[in-house]
């Protein structure tokens, strides 16, 4: 591996460790169905976002919202000290990516065969406070002046 590249993968590694994030592999739910709930909570805060989740009549809602509750437990890891009510996090990304697909077969008329695709997904969340981001934004501007 060159210097560069160590360099860069060791930066990434240590921006990692500030980020609290949680993963769903393999969701047996069809990616475009996930996406309509993921877009639901996209950038609002986490209270209302379990909230939503919460109510939501969506099959796929009740896993994403386990899935928060595991991220603001990461967050909660990774932050010791601080107090979730002080910090007013906000689900800073969500994204969910298409998994592996089951083929099954569907019998025809004449003969024939139909494939079933029986789709799972991949959701990842990363939450973040709002305080945290305006103080570095707060810094980084007091240094160029």
Not at 34 to 44: E, H, K, N, P
Not at 53 to 73: I, Q, T
């Amino acid at each position: 591996m060159g210097a560069r590249k160590r360099l860069r993968a060791e930066a990434i590694k240590e921006a990692r460790k500030t980020v609290a994030m949680a993963k769903l592999n393999n969701c047996p739910t069809s990616p475009r169905k996930m996406r309509l709930v993921a877009d639901m909570i996209r950038g609002v805060e986490v209270e209302k976002a379990l909230f939503m989740l919460k109510h939501s009549g969506k099959e796929a809602s009740g896993r994403l919202e386990k899935l928060v509750l595991s991220a603001l437990n990461n967050w909660e890891q990774k932050n010791e000290g601080e107090r979730i009510e002080d910090a007013s996090l906000y689900i800073k990304e969500i994204f969910v990516d298409s998994a592996r697909m089951l083929k099954r077969i569907q019998p025809a008329p004449q003969g024939r065969a139909h494939r079933i695709r029986k789709r799972s997904n991949h959701v990842t969340v990363i939450v973040d406070s709002k305080n945290t981001a305006g103080e570095e934004e707060v810094t980084a501007n007091e240094s160029n002046s």
